[in-house]
């Protein structure tokens, strides 16, 4: 199990919200998203995933 820092979560978590938008997920719209988006824009490493 990985754990991360609580300020690295932050960071994270903000990300992930403002490339949503805010916006009322599904689960296929996070599932469709591209491993490149979640590690250029949202921060996530391979390790992190």
Do not use: H, V
């Not at 978590?13 to 490339?19: G, M």
């Not at 805010?22 to 992190?48: H, V, W």
Request: no cysteine; proline share 4%; net charge positive.
């Amino acid at each position: 199990m990985l754990q991360l820092a609580g300020s690295a979560a932050n960071t994270i978590n903000s990300r992930f919200i403002k490339y949503y938008d805010n916006a009322s997920l599904l689960p296929q719209q996070i599932l469709s998203t591209p491993d490149s988006i979640f590690k250029s824009s949202i921060g996530l490493s391979s390790k992190k995933k």
